[in-house]
């Protein structure tokens, strides 16, 4: 870490003839500054996916007495190595989208029922029936651009830019969930919060949604695949099944696959087109107007 990175990573420089110290890891470095608010914890400075898929350096991520385990690193290789993992901690991931003018805390229920897998297929369901977020995910003209930072001599990144106030908005917010959830105990229930940008730009107002247990199913066919039904999802199948108890039914089901969990995430069901066709031992799916619905 170099001098000029001091300014976005708030590790304040030392005095001009010490900065050499500056070119360690962060973490490290962070360590030592909190060392200095009488904060004893442990830097890791290996990628956090390999540290979760090794068993030795995973005992090093997580103590008996850790509460939860969040990750702020807007990865998806680090979201996706903490779904697959079976340790009992919880996990909380906040995040900003678009510039920052749409933040995101998510945290999983009891048992880690839902997981971060689940809870942000939820946000992408919202996002169907909210434009101002569907347009903050999913922006006009294909995917978001990131922009090419340039910091100091010959060093830079790809990322989105925003300005450290606008980032401090919703740190604030996001450090009073943690303190709050710390203090108070964690939901049973999962929690998606979505924090929205005022129109003067100067505030945050946060939503709450809260995301039911899902059901899980193990597949037969393909070992290792898992089948994640939203509660929202599981209640319509077993109207539809009671509604046609007699003959074979089906519809469409809404949601995404993740090759990296080997999971089919399953939040919601359309009812089948009316040119369907049911029986005793056979459903056809049809497809009037299913382009429309």
């Not at 870490?1 to 304040?12: G, K, S, T």
């Not at 997981?115 to 003209?141: H, M, N, V």
């Not at 539809?240 to 074979?248: F, G, L, P």
Request: negative net charge; aromatic residues 6%; contains cysteine.
């Amino acid at each position: 870490m170099a001098p000029h990175n001091a300014a976005r990573h708030a590790i304040i420089p030392a005095e001009p003839d010490k900065q050499i110290m500056l070119m360690d890891m962060k973490a490290r470095l962070l360590k030592e500054a909190l060392a200095g608010l009488s904060q004893n914890v442990t830097a890791i400075t290996d990628d956090i996916v390999d540290v979760f898929h090794s068993r030795a350096l995973s005992k090093h991520a997580s103590h008996n007495d850790t509460w939860a385990i969040v990750n702020t690193t807007a990865s998806l290789r680090a979201r996706a190595a903490l779904c697959t993992q079976t340790f009992r901690h919880r996990v909380i991931e906040a995040l900003l989208y678009a510039n920052g003018s749409l933040g995101v805390i998510a945290a999983e229920g009891a048992n880690r029922n839902p997981d971060i897998g689940d809870i942000f297929t939820e946000l992408y369901a919202l996002a169907s029936g909210d434009d101002k977020i569907r347009q903050q995910l999913y922006p006009e003209g294909g995917d978001i651009e990131l922009q090419r930072i340039i910091v100091g001599e010959g060093c830079g990144s790809a990322t989105m830019q925003v300005s450290d106030g606008r980032i401090s908005m919703y740190a604030a917010g996001m450090s009073e969930y943690l303190l709050s959830r710390q203090q108070d105990g964690l939901p049973t229930e999962g929690e998606l919060l979505i924090g929205r940008l005022s129109g003067t730009g100067i505030g945050v107002s946060w939503e709450h949604v809260p995301v039911a247990p899902v059901r899980i199913v193990r597949t037969e066919n393909e070992t290792g695949w898992t089948i994640r039904l939203s509660a929202r999802a599981h209640e319509k199948i077993e109207r539809e099944v009671a509604h046609w108890s007699s003959v074979e039914t089906g519809g469409v089901l809404l949601g995404r696959q993740d090759e990296v969990t080997r999971s089919f995430y399953v939040i919601d069901v359309l009812a089948a087109p009316e040119d369907s066709q049911r029986s005793r031992h056979k459903f056809v799916l049809g497809v009037k107007d299913l382009r429309r619905t």
